[in-house]
T-cell receptor, first 107, second 115 residues
Framework: AQRVTQPEKLLSVFKGAPVELKCNYS??????LFWYVQYSRQRLQLLLR??SRESIKGFTADLNKGETSFHLKKPFAQEEDSAMYYC?????????FGQGTRLTINP | DTGVSQNPRHKITKRGQNVTFRCDPI?????LYWYRQTLGQGPEFLTY????????KSRLLSDRFSAERPKGSFSTLEIQRTEQGDSAMYLC?????????????FGSGTRLTVV
């Protein structure tokens, strides 16, 4: 079974504070994991993918196969980071999403 | 090509009525996906097409739901005898076979409200 779990529905931090959005997955094969983001009034878009190991907008995410986790991190939050964040797994032929975490950055 | 286009943006219908949504994917993308998103949930997979062939349907897709992609281009999603539980955002996405999870392009969605 393919499953993605994001345990926090809401996360609120102050500007400049570190951010960590948690994601755990269940997949029998070799996982391909992503973070998607949806800013207010915009469509769902890719933020980053585990394969590239890149940093996008200051965010990074490391795939931990032992803990089956793919947490999203940013050392210093900015107000424009406020959005819905979805962890997603590319399973057999389709993307499977977690329930999402609404991140609010307080000034 | 301006990306994935969905129409209408919003639809309000009375319970029991039929509704149809349309999705126009990126022209060179041969795969087209439908997802449903309810309040507080992530997108849930409904079905997908490769060209005109519907290759997978979720258990969420009851008999009242039907999707088509007649010429391998645009797709329609029809809901018959709508129920209040059908109220949701319906998202369409497309991608090219061989691209991974970063190859999806999503539309803005159609928000359905059943009253």
């Amino acid at each position: 079974a393919q499953r993605v779990t994001q345990p926090e529905k809401l996360l609120s931090v102050f500007k400049g504070a570190p951010v960590e959005l948690k994601c755990n997955y269940s997949y029998s094969g070799s996982p391909e994991l992503f973070w998607y983001v949806q800013y207010s009034r915009q469509r769902l878009q890719l933020l980053l993918r585990h394969i590239s190991r890149e940093s996008i907008k200051g965010f990074t995410a490391d795939l931990n196969k032992g803990e089956t986790s793919f947490h999203l991190k940013k050392p210093f939050a900015q107000e424009e980071d406020s959005a819905m964040y979805y962890c997603a797994l590319q399973g057999a032929q389709k993307l499977v999403f977690g329930q999402g975490t609404r991140l609010t950055i307080n000034p | 090509d301006t990306g994935v286009s969905q129409n209408p943006r919003h639809k309000i219908t009375k319970r029991g009525q039929n509704v149809t949504f349309r999705c126009d994917p990126i022209s060179e993308h041969n795969r087209l996906y439908w997802y449903r998103q309810t309040l507080g949930q992530g997108p849930e997979f409904l079905t997908y097409f490769q060209n005109e062939a519907q290759l997978e349907k979720s258990r969420l897709l009851s008999d009242r739901f039907s999707a088509e992609r007649p010429k391998g281009s645009f797709s329609t999603l029809e809901i018959q005898r709508t129920e209040q539980g059908d109220s949701a955002m319906y998202l369409c996405a497309s991608r090219l076979t061989g691209t991974g999870g970063d190859g999806y392009t999503f539309g803005s969605g159609t928000r359905l409200t059943v009253v």
